[in-house]
């Protein structure tokens, strides 16, 4: 109740297992499993931010008809070709309408323009991607199967938010299962394309680990942080002087039952007006910018187990009680930050190769971009 309000966040990514880690909100770590597969993903939408357009994807979405250069089409209605394989502009019109209506409400309306300009040079770039990609995993002739796409499948419901389905997903980025299912079809088969171009492995040395960490050190620290416990007497916005006072009266009361000895959490479940009352007035652990200032003042300066004085916030009168207070501190490159420093350098040397072989085969490629 007294948290601001963060940033809703997005989901466009083209690597599976960053859309995997990010549904997982909150996991400590990514699992090992899902750290080396960086297989392309459709891009993919959770209450998507306003800045939802800002990245091309690299790929296209599967609904994307392509017209054979041995079928007769007029030039005129092509919006792209990629080696006699076209993207017509009525299909890349269509394709632009699905995007905006996944990301609706969600742009305001004077940049709807230039969004509409760099998503469709977006699914440009996306169609040239994905029809390069489809060509040479023909070429080399690369599967796969039936076990390795449920595999993923069960991997991101795991890993979904609390109270979200596969199905709410799926109607949110207005995907069918089945659309889906493809989608992380053609996502393994890159994947195998990206790992032959690495050999088949992905080495990182202990050196490579321990330079990533001394070289960011600054990544490595953890903030100053409270876990405390509070019980709010709420104010209304339109509550008199009288009211007002009425209600701090209340607060100095409840503040003297604890400092007498009373159970916190028992009053807290009793007597409080945050849904925090259930937990027994519990907030949880938060750093420094999360709370209200008032709030996050009296948290950071109060003693451990304390009773703080009555504090005023646009919410109320607060009691509160700091449970644990933890000092600023460099985490220890041990064995669990090991791990997630060579789950990212393996994803950095994965994206390194794509690219890579996605510059390869459009410097060998015939692409013609009409009407830019």
């Known amino acids: 109740m007294i948290k601001k309000i963060g940033k809703k966040f997005f989901i466009g990514t083209a690597l599976l297992l960053i ?25 993919l939408v959770l209450d998507a931010a306003p800045q939802a357009t800002a990245a091309k994807p690299a790929v296209a979405p599967a609904a994307s008809a392509a017209v054979e250069s041995g079928k007769t089409v007029d030039t005129s209605g092509v919006a792209v070709e990629v080696d006699g394989v076209k993207l017509t502009k009525e299909q890349l019109e269509a394709d632009l309408q699905k995007k905006l209506a996944v990301l609706k409400g969600q742009i305001p309306a004077e940049g709807l323009e230039q969004a ?3 998503i469709r040079r977006g699914l440009v770039d996306e169609f040239v991607v994905r029809t390069l990609l489809n060509k040479e995993i023909g070429v080399k002739k690369l599967t796969a199967s039936e076990k390795e796409v449920t595999d993923i499948l069960e991997s991101m419901k795991s890993q979904l938010p609390a109270g ?11 995907i069918d299962a089945a659309k889906m299912r493809d989608e992380i079809g053609i996502n393994i088969r890159i994947n195998k394309l990206v790992m032959q171009e690495l050999g088949g492995k992905v080495k990182i040395a ?16 953890k ?14 916005s339109g509550d008199t002087d009288k009211i007002k006072a009425e209600k701090r009266a209340k607060a100095e009361e409840l503040r003297k039952q604890l400092v007498a000895g009373a159970d916190f959490a028992e009053l807290a479940k009793k007597s409080s007006d945050c849904p925090s009352k259930e937990h027994g007035g519990d907030l949880g652990t938060f750093t420094r910018g999360q709370m209200v200032k008032p ?12 009773i703080g004085p009555v504090v005023e916030t646009e919410f109320g009168f607060h009691i509160v009680q700091v449970i644990e207070h933890k000092s600023p501190e460099v985490v220890k490159l041990d064995g669990e930050t090991k791990n997630q420093i060579q789950a990212f350098l393996e994803r950095q040397k994965q994206q390194g ?11 060998g490629a015939n692409i013609v971009v009409y009407g830019k």
């Open 353 to 363: 190769a794509f690219d890579a072989l996605v510059k390869r085969l459009k410097a």
């Open 164 to 174: 979200m389905t596969m199905d709410d997903l799926l109607k949110k980025n207005k």
């Open 19 to 43: 859309f995997i880690s990010m549904i997982g909100c909150g996991s400590k770590e990514e699992k090992k499993a899902a750290a080396t597969q960086p297989v392309m993903a459709p891009a």
């Open 206 to 221: 202990d050196k490579e680990i321990g330079d990533f960490y001394n070289k960011n050190l600054d990544k490595f620290k």
């Open 295 to 306: 709030f996050e003042d009296a948290a950071f300066s109060q003693e451990k187990n304390a």
């Open 223 to 236: 903030p100053e942080s409270v876990h405390a416990r509070h019980i709010l007497v709420s104010k209304a």
């Open 116 to 118: 509409k300009v760099e």
